[in-house]
């Protein structure tokens, strides 16, 4: 069985970069036609995607926080990240990482890890 599992602090300061990991088992992320993104939930807000990565190692970034964002990846540890840079209150959400099949042609997002809120505060 798939799982999917996000770690990383809880507060972050205004001005920090965010760290997050996501600790996949019973996949691997290099598998081919699974791609592993990243998706958060502000408070009383809809679902925000925020980038994915393949399983070949290409990126892609939501526009709205390109220039804040990279998602990177250890295959030896299962594991992909996201940093987000120059937090403000606004990134205050609930972070989820997802397994997507199919990305390129007809993307379900099958496998969601149970998420973990951050909050920006100083």
């Given at each position: 069985?798939?799982?999917?599992?996000?770690s990383?602090p809880g507060?972050?300061k205004?001005s920090?970069?965010?760290?997050?990991t996501?600790?996949?088992?019973?996949?691997?992320i290099?598998?081919?036609?699974?791609?592993w993104t990243?998706i958060?939930q502000?408070?009383?807000?809809?679902p925000?995607?925020m980038?994915?990565i393949?399983w070949n190692?290409?990126?892609?970034?939501?526009?709205?926080h390109?220039s804040?964002?990279?998602?990177s990846?250890?295959?030896?540890?299962?594991?992909f990240?996201?940093q987000?840079?120059?937090?403000?209150?606004e990134d205050?959400?609930?972070?989820?990482?997802?397994?997507?099949q199919?990305?390129?042609?007809?993307?379900?997002?099958?496998?969601?890890?149970?998420g973990?809120?951050v909050?920006?505060?100083?």
């Open positions: 069985q798939v799982q999917l599992q996000e990383g507060l972050v205004p920090q970069t965010l760290s997050l996501c600790t996949v088992s019973g996949a691997s290099t598998s081919l036609s699974y791609a990243w958060r502000p408070p009383g807000k809809g925000e995607w980038g994915v393949d190692g290409s990126t892609y970034y939501s526009p709205s390109k804040r964002t990279s998602i990846r250890d295959t030896s540890k299962n594991q990240s996201l987000l840079s120059s937090m403000t209150p205050t959400a609930v972070y989820y990482c997802v397994r997507i199919g990305l390129y042609y007809n993307p379900m997002y099958d496998y969601w890890g149970q973990t809120q909050t920006v505060s100083s």
